[in-house]
């Protein structure tokens, strides 16, 4: 594998959002890589990641990130109960994972709230085993990110706010770590900024110039818009 011969310091599998790596989870597959049973759906991408911890020994840091819907399907469960959460994350450290990436539309948003009125995925996740958890989800934005891109909603900023949930999320245990996307693209210096106090310094993520060289050459049809379930 090219990740072992290059010998960095650590790999991310990406997992979620719809990605290659977790289309496992469609149960629609009979090869022993999907089906009814959560074992089968994972057993593709925690393959991958025992196979990088073989090769590329015991010091080596492997993140996976997975996310509990899909870019074409909000409403898709990628994990029905807590239970099924738990066996995965139960088969991650098996398989020598070494943190869990969990992505979420909104970090705020609680995965079953009957059972536990504030608690989001990355939470459960943190609470059902024992490995590190990275929680992501708009971080310091109104709108999540598929919203943001293709349902054109006007973002707005709410930096502050945000971080003052984070602040008060991490000590309760429910996240190790906080992954921040669009805001570091806009702001490269976004930790100098909120280190300094300087919070009103920040700009606002805009598509249209931020992502400009991307969105220009996005093919049609890259989002099935006819297959999104908004407010979930």
């Not at 602040?167 to 921040?180: M, S, Y």
């Not at 996307?181 to 300094?196: E, F, T």
């Amino acid at each position: 594998m090219l990740i072992a011969e290059v010998d960095p310091d650590r790999a991310a599998a990406q997992a979620g959002d719809h990605q290659q790596r977790f289309q496992l989870v469609d149960p629609g597959r009979a090869d022993g890589f999907g089906g009814d049973a959560l074992e089968d759906r994972a057993r593709y991408p925690l393959a991958i990641a025992s196979e990088i911890r073989a090769r590329c020994g015991p010091d080596f840091v492997i993140s996976i990130r997975f996310s509990q819907f899909k870019e074409v399907d909000y409403g898709a469960r990628v994990f029905a109960t807590p239970d099924e959460l738990g066996r995965f994350v139960a088969l991650a450290e098996a398989a020598g994972i070494s943190m869990l990436n969990v992505s979420s539309r909104r970090f705020t948003k609680p995965e079953w709230p009957d059972q536990e009125p504030t608690l989001n995925i990355a939470g459960w996740a943190k609470r059902l085993g024992r490995l590190p958890v990275m929680t992501i989800g708009s971080v310091g934005l109104s709108s999540d990110i598929f919203a943001d891109l293709f349902d054109k909603q006007d973002l707005s900023l709410q930096i502050a706010a945000d971080l003052a949930e984070l602040a008060r999320r991490r000590p309760a245990g429910e996240f190790d770590i906080a992954g921040i996307g669009r805001m570091l693209i806009a702001n490269p210096d976004l930790v100098s900024k909120v280190a300094a106090g300087e919070v009103d310094r920040l700009e606002l993520f805009r598509k249209a110039v931020h992502l400009k060289h991307l969105m220009g050459s996005m093919e049609p049809g890259l989002v099935e818009e006819s297959r999104k379930v908004e407010g979930v």
